[in-house]
């Protein structure tokens, strides 16, 4: 009955393959997880993902549509196949975990056309314990010496009805959306990560790895629960590669819980290891900045009374930072072009000198007195290729002055990228994780490396795990920030930094500018959090750049809260998900690189609720001082009660269950550190 009810399913997702025999196979290292490889009577080719012997991915496509030749998706036979194994460990320079575990069967089967042409194409299967990774490995070859992909034809077959949170591809503001939770049937063309979670209670995420020279990759929803790959259009085509090239890996995430998603290390592993050598020039750090006045429209990015960028007023955060211990501070609107209209029309923006108000090498000799370094900030506007004929000059003076970190921005609608191939030429729109910006993106990373430069890219492309392989790649932006609970409409609910944990950042580092301990926009708006969960965003959502972005005045206002602010590491030894669900709540506890200190972080929806975190991440025989910041009796994510807030202290060790609390809206953050024996 069991073979019967599977191939009745088999027959109505993809009926061409009932019949077909598995040409080729491989299993996760702990047996677990097996994908299988079959060619139809047509020779179409396809996979299936098995779990525990019960299918997760259906029968799935695999192939190409050419703009400069047939179709590549038929008629296919099997030339060879081997299989690998590899477990080794790596260490990250930085990162959420020091030591990284990269353990994996890999399958390689070739396949080639039967006709004429004899076209010819490999695809690579690397099965984890926690989940797959493919791709296609495409030879140098007589007949097919460019490709001009129209369509990958990758699908994901999701063999269970599921429950999905998504973002909308290819609309006007980029990735910046609050999230859908609907079922998998009602998706439309979605932004990967798309996280899944089936009826019996799978966790699924689907994304991709090593996004190289190619076209970022979002899915089309289809009949019967198939995700169809719909790659970011470009110009004339979504990619153009000459061969060999490989794609990037197509990822299939898969945990019992939620945590499980968080806690994989499958996109960093999928990524080649660093080839920067070291780059202990890059400190992970917390800053602050001249920014959020701007956001608050008390100041502005254009030059006149209300400049925000200005000798004095940067000092004075300057100073701030070094007396509280924060090692950089962001300035934005220091250079020229902010004037006027600035928006998608960056043509006029200069990043090799300072507005006249703006004393940058009397800045950068102040702050290196004081220990603190300025952090530069390059906004294109779009106009990318005008960026990037200044790029060498822009981090050779970075470099002059100091200034180790850039945060990058990339501010117009979708799809209005400015690419001008030759000075004076015709300007091409793209859009901003088609094929042109994913090799931008790395031409910025490595030319910045030169200069020893890290990279904070905003409006960014998404994450695909590169900062394995390009360290100094250490943050980005790529959903919707704190900078929405200035001025959105409406500001961020209680639900979305708890579904960014388990969505967006599936895909890694996010700079959220967390830490408005003031909990109010502009004009008023309040911010739909309690004052213990902006602390608990220090350990939730993981960047090792992490703002103190709200007014230094503010920060004095509340000081209790601002010590925790004070204490948190942003670079770790260890990270675990101690309990969550998607969309709902979050605990994670994290090891600071170094030293015996765990910080926790919790994180509610709108719906109160207690906690009992296990405490057996710590060490068995010690004590801890537990520093725990929590929402107190009655906070409330609406009104003064988002400011009810308690500081309190209590010894446990590994053996206890910490009992938290959590406001609608609310959170905790707890420093644990040990005692003297």
Not at 78 to 97: C, F, H, M, V, Y
Not at 121 to 128: H, K, T
Not at 472 to 489: K, L, P, T
Not at 543 to 566: G, V
Request: aromatic residues 10%.
């Amino acid at each position: 009955m069991k073979f019967l009810s599977y191939a009745l399913l088999l027959a109505l997702a993809f009926p061409g393959f009932v019949h077909a025999e598995h040409v080729a196979q491989v299993q996760s290292p702990d047996g677990r997880i097996q994908v299988q490889l079959d060619l139809n009577g047509e020779g179409r080719l396809a996979y299936r993902v098995l779990r525990d012997g019960k299918p997760v991915i259906n029968d799935s496509r695999l192939g190409f549509i050419f703009r400069n030749g047939r179709q590549l998706m038929r008629n296919l036979q099997l030339e060879k196949q081997a299989t690998r194994s590899q477990d080794d460990t790596w260490e990250q320079p930085w990162g959420e975990r020091r030591f990284v575990r990269d353990h994996y069967n890999e399958l390689r089967a070739s396949f080639v056309e039967k006709d004429m042409d004899h076209r010819q194409f490999d695809m690579v299967f690397r099965v984890f314990d926690d989940g797959v990774g493919f791709r296609y490995d495409v030879p140098k070859q007589p007949k097919l010496q460019e490709a001009q992909i129209v369509e990958e034809l990758t699908e994901f077959s999701i063999a269970r009805p599921a429950t999905a949170w998504w973002i909308p591809a290819l609309e006007w503001n980029r990735e910046e959306y609050l999230y859908h939770r609907t079922p998998l049937a009602e998706v439309g063309i979605a932004q990967t990560p798309l996280t899944l979670r089936t009826d019996d209670g799978l966790h699924i995420s689907l994304h991709e790895a090593a996004l190289v020279d190619y076209a970022g990759m979002n899915l089309l929803h289809g009949e019967n629960g198939v995700l169809r790959a719909a790659l970011t259009p470009g110009s004339p085509t979504p990619v153009v590669r000459s061969t060999p090239f490989v794609t990037p890996w197509r990822t299939i995430t898969l945990s019992d819980n939620a945590g499980g998603l968080v806690e994989s290390n499958l996109i960093l592993n999928l990524n080649e290891p660093n080839t920067l050598g070291d780059v202990s020039w890059f400190t992970p750090a917390k800053y602050m900045g001249v920014w959020w006045s701007m956001h608050l429209d008390q100041q502005s990015w254009a030059t006149g009374p209300k400049h925000a960028a200005t000798t004095a007023n940067t000092k004075r955060v300057m100073a701030f930072a070094a007396s509280n211990g924060f090692r950089g501070v962001l300035v934005e609107g220091w250079n020229p072009g902010w004037d006027g209209d600035w928006f998608a029309n960056g043509w006029g923006f200069d990043y090799t000198r300072p507005t006249a108000d703006f004393d940058l090498q009397g800045l950068a000799k102040y702050g290196a007195a004081k220990g603190v370094h300025l952090i530069g900030h390059h906004e294109t506007g779009c106009a990318v290729s005008h960026y990037e004929r200044q790029l060498d000059a822009a981090f050779a003076l970075d470099q002059r002055n100091g200034i180790d970190v850039v945060k990058t921005g990339y501010v117009c609608d979708a799809g209005q990228i400015e690419r001008q191939d030759v000075v004076d030429g015709p300007v091409l729109r793209e859009w901003h994780e088609g094929q042109w910006m994913s090799n931008h993106h790395l031409r910025v990373v490595q030319q910045a490396a030169k200069y020893h430069v890290a990279i904070d890219a905003h409006e960014p492309i998404k994450d695909t795990g590169l900062r394995r392989t390009y360290p100094n790649w250490v943050s980005r932006e790529g959903a919707r920030g704190m900078e929405y609970n200035a001025w959105g409409n409406p500001p961020n609910p209680p639900e979305h930094e708890v579904t960014l944990v388990f969505t967006r950042m599936l895909a890694g580092p996010m700079d959220y500018t967390p830490g408005v301990l003031s909990l109010t926009g502009r004009h008023g708006q309040e911010i739909q959090s309690t004052l213990a969960r902006q602390l608990a965003l220090y350990v939730g959502i993981y960047s090792p750049i992490q703002m103190a972005a709200d007014l230094p005045e503010h920060y004095l206002q509340h000081p209790d809260a601002f010590q925790f602010i004070k204490d948190v590491a942003v670079d770790w030894d260890e990270s675990h998900v101690l309990a969550g669900e998607v969309g709902q709540f979050v605990a994670v506890a994290r090891k600071q690189r170094g030293a015996p200190v765990w910080f926790l972080g919790a994180m509610n929806d709108r719906t109160p609720r207690t906690l009992a975190l296990k405490l057996d991440f710590l060490d068995a025989g010690k004590r801890y001082r537990a520093e725990i910041y929590r929402d107190g009796d009655g906070a409330d994510w609406k009104g003064d009660a988002r400011f009810r807030f308690v500081r309190e202290t209590k010894t446990v060790t590994s053996k206890q269950a910490l009992s938290l609390w959590l406001a609608a809206g609310g959170g905790a953050a707890v420093r644990l550190s040990p005692l003297p024996e």
